[in-house]
């Protein structure tokens, strides 16, 4: 059963004449491209990695945008740039389609009818596989942690919890101190076997998708980027790229696709969980399990921005959220990119010297769906609204399609 188990002014659109990928480094995007099913072909920078991947399934809207980005409290001379990958479709699922292309082709060529993962209670990934495995027609278990008091109780209708449950994923709720103790492979194994034994056939994706096939998803970025650069006539060249960590795949294949291919600009991965450490460790993982023979420490430097925590959030990052959007228009998510763009900026505040004169890359990982879970602290910062005072002197005329 389905349900719950307990700017700039002027944007620039780069590269919009081809897609990126699949069946040849001409073909052109068409509508008959979404969900088509396609073999695939690795940058040849990067065929020289093990294991290749055979199919991807056709999910985002690519080439995202890129356009500058004004961000306030720059040093002299830089200039930010944005690539939008808040745009790539599938119900605003961001980078995490990038990686589902690759992860439910393989779900497909296992037959799998189902398809298990985890997060936290308003995981972006967990929404963005809810939505692509509806698309392709597979069930959906979602295990989500939240807080001890909350484990046992409906988890509501707010942000992602809200998509995952029209698209009918069965919601499974641990507590953060079971997932802490148990793990998370043990907990997906765990609800594998439980949904085996009822006749199932489930492919288990790892928390963010971050394993080394969905790495695969930001090496395509890389290659993206590539091209987009290759179609200006400016000769415009990134020296640095600056991503959100969460779970470590998004920065692992950009950061291998720009080390191995055209890009060379150095990566800077600003962690929203854990500590640097831990993900130069994971990320060394995911590189290995693709035989690149590179090491993490090399090719990305990551920065700590998880802040209070995980999700957790100060008044300044909210803050910081808020007066961006207002500037610029560019929305940011108070779970990754927020805290990656208020850390960039806190770095070049402490040194200006480093950041001076450079041209750098930002990319919008989306997660807009979560700033819904934030409305209550986010309230006090809010304004600009009055009740409209109408004279009476003010002739009346009927309006065109009256509301009531």
Not at 9 to 21: P, Y
Not at 44 to 62: D, E, G, K, N, Y
Not at 91 to 119: P, W
Not at 372 to 400: F, I, Q, T
Request: proline fraction near 4%; charge should be neutral; glycine fraction near 10%.
């Amino acid at each position: 059963m389905r349900g719950v188990s307990t700017l700039s002014r002027v944007t620039l659109e780069l590269g919009r004449s081809t897609r990126r990928r699949r069946m040849s480094a001409t073909s052109v995007p068409s509508m008959a491209d979404f969900l088509s099913k396609n073999s695939y072909s690795p940058p040849s920078w990067a065929s020289h990695l093990r294991p290749i991947p055979s199919h991807t399934f056709s999910l985002a809207q690519v080439p995202t945008p890129i356009h500058r980005w004004n961000l306030p409290g720059l040093p002299n001379g830089t200039e930010l740039w944005i690539k939008r990958d808040d745009f790539t479709g599938m119900e605003l699922s961001g980078n995490k389609v990038r990686k589902l292309e690759f992860l439910m082709a393989e779900a497909v060529d296992q037959q799998a009818d189902t398809v298990i993962t985890m997060g936290g209670i308003q995981s972006n990934h967990c929404r963005a596989t809810a939505v692509a495995s509806n698309y392709l027609n597979l069930n959906t278990h979602l295990i989500l942690r939240t807080s001890k008091l909350l484990a046992d109780e409906d988890p509501g209708l707010i942000g992602n919890l809200l998509v995952e449950r029209l698209v009918g994923a069965n919601v499974h709720l641990i507590s953060k101190e079971e997932y802490s103790s148990i793990g998370s492979v043990a907990l997906t194994n765990a609800l594998k076997e439980k949904l085996e034994k009822e006749g199932k056939k489930p492919y288990v994706i790892p928390v963010g998708g971050s394993n080394s096939l969905g790495t695969w998803g930001y090496i395509e970025a890389a290659r993206e980027i590539e091209e987009q650069l290759k179609s200006r006539n400016d000769g415009l060249k990134f020296d640095d790229i600056v991503v959100a960590c969460g779970s470590g795949g998004t920065i692992a294949g950009i950061s291998l696709g720009s080390w191995l291919g055209a890009l060379k600009a150095k990566v800077h991965a600003f962690s929203v969980c854990d500590n640097p450490d831990y993900f130069y460790d994971f990320v060394q993982g995911l590189l290995d399990g693709l035989q690149a023979g590179v090491k993490a420490r090399d090719i990305v430097s990551i920065h700590n921005a998880k802040g209070k925590g995980y999700a957790m959030n100060t008044s300044e990052e909210l803050k910081f959220v808020k007066e961006v959007a207002n500037s610029t228009g560019v929305i940011l998510d108070p779970v990754y990119s927020g805290k990656a763009a208020y850390g960039l900026i806190n770095e070049m505040t402490k040194d200006p010297k480093n950041w001076e004169g450079k041209k750098i890359l930002f990319i919008h990982t989306g997660g807009l769906l979560g700033l819904y879970d934030k409305v209550d602290e986010m309230a006090s910062l809010m304004g600009n609204w009055c009740r409209m005072d109408v004279e009476e002197s003010v002739p009346r005329k009927d309006g065109v399609g009256k509301m009531f």
